[in-house]
């Protein structure tokens, strides 16, 4: 039960990083900025909940401002049902340890993929742009302002080269 959670659990994790980073490529960032930004964020997330003890829910009320950017992100997570769809990610992996050691998997919530779902031979995800083609269209594309450049958190400018 635990390989649900802590053993394919990095997997998980490492899907958000990715969804992050690629989001943070595809509004401008060098993939090298995104992904320190990504890394840093998790990092510091993880140390400061350990540190704390506080529930999760407590810690993300405590950084989300109503009517906020933040809330407004959340917001599209739980209209995106991204709880539901961890929870059914958690519970496949659960059935199909349970049916690869030959027990019966028929349990939980969720979808239910068999062997020939998992052999899939396409990818799971389509890629964003890479950094080159997400830079060219912030360059030829202004912005709501009419300004070019692509304007990063605490007035960093990039230029889409990560300059």
Same mark, same amino acid.
């Given at each position: 039960m635990?390989t649900?959670?802590? &053993?394919?659990?990095?997997?998980? %994790?490492?899907?958000?990083?990715? /969804?992050m980073?690629?989001?943070?490529?595809? @509004? !401008?960032?060098?993939r090298?900025?995104a992904?320190?930004?990504?890394h840093?964020?998790?990092l510091?997330?993880t140390?400061?909940?350990?540190?704390?003890?506080?529930?999760p829910?407590?810690l993300?009320?405590?950084v989300?401002?109503?009517?906020g950017t933040t809330?407004?992100?959340i917001?599209?997570l739980?209209n &995106?049902?991204?709880?539901t769809? %961890?929870k059914d990610?958690?519970? /496949?992996?659960?059935?199909?340890?349970?049916? @690869? !050691?030959?027990h019966?998997?028929n349990i939980g919530?969720g979808?239910v993929?068999?062997?020939?779902?998992l052999?899939?031979?396409?990818p799971f995800?389509t890629?964003?742009p890479?950094?080159?083609?997400a830079?060219a269209?912030?360059?030829?594309?202004?912005?709501?302002?009419?300004?070019?450049?692509v304007?990063?958190p605490?007035g960093?400018?990039n230029?889409g080269n990560g300059?």
């Amino acid at each position: 039960m635990s390989t649900s959670i802590s &053993g394919s659990g990095p997997a998980y %994790i490492f899907l958000l990083m990715e /969804a992050m980073i690629d989001a943070g490529v595809h @509004m !401008g960032f060098s993939r090298d900025t995104a992904t320190t930004l990504v890394h840093q964020t998790l990092l510091g997330s993880t140390l400061y909940a350990i540190e704390t003890g506080e529930h999760p829910a407590i810690l993300r009320n405590s950084v989300t401002s109503p009517a906020g950017t933040t809330a407004s992100a959340i917001y599209e997570l739980e209209n &995106g049902r991204f709880r539901t769809v %961890i929870k059914d990610a958690i519970w /496949a992996c659960y059935r199909r340890s349970l049916e @690869m !050691g030959g027990h019966n998997s028929n349990i939980g919530p969720g979808r239910v993929a068999t062997a020939q779902h998992l052999q899939q031979q396409q990818p799971f995800t389509t890629p964003l742009p890479t950094t080159a083609s997400a830079a060219a269209t912030a360059k030829s594309t202004p912005n709501a302002d009419g300004h070019h450049p692509v304007e990063a958190p605490c007035g960093e400018m990039n230029d889409g080269n990560g300059k």
